[in-house]
């Protein structure tokens, strides 16, 4: 009985450890599942993280904000986002000059491209003034009258600019633009 055992046991083993196991581990294929704001707000979902990045960024005005948590909750998702704090532009004091209009606080942030044709618009107002105080100073300067003629047309021309079109969506590029015309037709009037 001995060596029975001393074979039967070796083989039970052996045939223990070749047997197949029968929990095999389920293989998930894992498919990507379109971009949509639910998909992307669904933690759980396989979704093109990039792609949902393009498609959905962050919202940058309370405008986009409010009409961001409304989608979400329409995915059964609550999101919540701390709104500005400039609620009204006409709540934000008169500018006194061409840099505090420049500097103004407003609720709605200015893309690069706007902010930056801000800036040249007042650079070019800045650029007039300087040229009508050294001709108000020498009335008699006849080139000085031409470079004064020459820099009132050119800041003429900034309202017709492709960029004040493209950005006057924008309610704050709207009225930072019309306190800088405002400046601009007080020079223009002289």
């Not at 998702?77 to 840099?99: Q, R």
């Not at 609720?107 to 107002?125: H, K, M, N, R, Y």
Request: charged share 30%; with cysteine; net charge negative.
């Amino acid at each position: 009985m001995k060596k029975f055992l001393l074979i039967a046991i070796p083989l039970t083993i052996l045939a223990a450890c070749s047997a197949e196991p029968t929990d095999k581990p389920e293989i998930i294929n894992e498919t990507m599942v379109e971009s949509t704001l639910c998909n992307c707000l669904d933690s759980l979902a396989v979704v093109d993280r990039i792609a949902c990045d393009s498609l959905f960024p962050e919202p940058l005005n309370n405008l986009e904000k409010t009409a961001r948590m409304e989608e979400a909750l329409a995915c059964g998702v609550e999101l919540t986002y701390t709104m500005d704090t400039i609620a009204s532009l006409d709540s934000l004091p008169e500018p006194k000059s061409i840099e505090e209009v420049l500097t103004m606080d407003v609720p709605d942030p200015l893309s690069e491209e706007c902010q930056q044709f801000l800036e040249d618009f007042a650079g070019s107002i800045k650029k007039c003034t300087r040229i009508i105080n050294k001709s108000a100073e020498s009335p008699d300067d006849f080139m000085l009258m031409i470079e004064m003629n020459d820099a009132k047309d050119e800041l003429r021309e900034w309202s017709s600019k492709p960029q004040m079109f493209k950005c006057d969506d924008n309610e704050s590029f709207a009225h930072l633009v019309k306190k800088l015309i405002e400046q601009q037709d007080n020079l223009l009037a002289d």
